[in-house]
């Protein structure tokens, strides 16, 4: 009896092991052979990722396409390469070990940087954040945009015997968002000429100006509707940046921690003035 609990256990292991050989086969297939060298999804993927970015923005298909090209250029000759012996070549070993290296440093990178990056971390740097920005006023404004003075002028007697902005806007005004009544929307200062914006938010919520504001486009008339602190963007809005925050501080703390055990000498002077200059800004911003 136990012979053939042996000879079942075999089975069963031989099964498991074929069905995970499939199961391999299934999620990395070949899609391609050069001679007896197989080319599997996942060597194209490694290819698509690396194309130039130019060609990254091609459709997906001429995107396979080309990586895939790249992929057989590479292995039709790459067997003539190493029967001349290029792979022993002190250049080569040189480049590979860069390669290598580099590529360490990548997995590392995204080992203990990009995948360790919390929900958490993320939440709380966005309210360091918002937390440092300077409150902000913002206004809404509406303005009729006309040629001369004594247009302006002759619209603020008519806003004075009580018409309508918006109307006048309408009728009057020779901006293109005129058909809006001359809505401009909120807008924070910085975002308008000067003399637009020192007069839009000198006014009162409500009041419009009592003389016209000449800039460079011509003779404004302003109405301001409402004024309110600026909002903060949402933390969706601006997740993105927030991540690219907290991935350089944990990056920068990677490298300070292994500065402590590992001394780091340049030789050239000057390089090296410039090497901490640049760690410097990097770590200031």
Same mark, same amino acid.
């Given at each position: ?6 000879l079942a ?16 086969q299934d ?83 995204k080992k ?36 001369? *003075? /004594? ?11 009580? %018409?309508?902005?918006?109307? !006048? #806007?309408? &009728? +009057? ?62 933390? *969706? /809005? ?11 501080? %944990?990056?920068?703390?990677? !490298? #300070?921690? &292994? +500065? ?26």
């Open positions: 009896m136990s012979r053939y609990k042996s256990a075999a089975a069963l292991v031989a099964l498991v092991a074929a069905s995970g050989a499939a199961l391999a999620t990395d297939p070949v899609i391609a052979k050069v001679g007896d060298q197989e080319v599997r999804q996942s060597e194209l993927d490694l290819a698509i990722s690396s194309l130039d970015p130019q060609l990254q923005r091609m459709p997906e298909e001429q995107k396979r396409a080309a990586a895939l090209s790249s992929v057989i250029d590479v292995k039709l000759l790459v067997k003539d390469a190493e029967k001349e012996g290029l792979q022993n070549d002190e250049t080569f070993k040189q480049r590979v070990a860069f390669i290598t290296e580099r590529e360490l440093h990548n997995a590392f990178f203990h940087v990009v995948d360790a990056v919390t929900k958490e971390e993320v939440k709380a740097r966005y309210d360091k954040e918002i937390a440092a920005i300077p409150p902000q006023e913002e206004v809404k404004a509406r303005h009729i945009l006309v040629k001369t *003075e /004594e247009e302006a002028k002759a619209i603020i007697k008519e806003l004075e015997a009580g %018409k309508s902005f918006v109307e !006048l #806007a309408k &009728a +009057k005004s020779t901006d293109p968002n005129k058909d809006d009544g001359g809505d401009l929307g909120y807008f924070t200062k910085g975002r308008m000429v000067p003399e637009f914006e020192a007069a839009a938010f000198a006014l009162e919520k409500g009041a419009y100006t009592k003389e016209p504001v000449k800039t460079q486009f011509g003779y404004h008339v302003i109405l301001v509707e409402d004024k309110r602190p600026q909002a903060p963007p949402k933390l *969706e /809005e601006v997740e993105p940046q927030v991540r690219q925050l907290v991935m350089r501080d %944990k990056y920068l703390a990677l !490298l #300070a921690s &292994a +500065k402590k055990t590992t001394e780091v000498e340049i030789s050239d002077p000057e390089l090296k003035k410039a090497y901490d200059a640049a760690n410097a800004a990097r770590e200031a911003r």
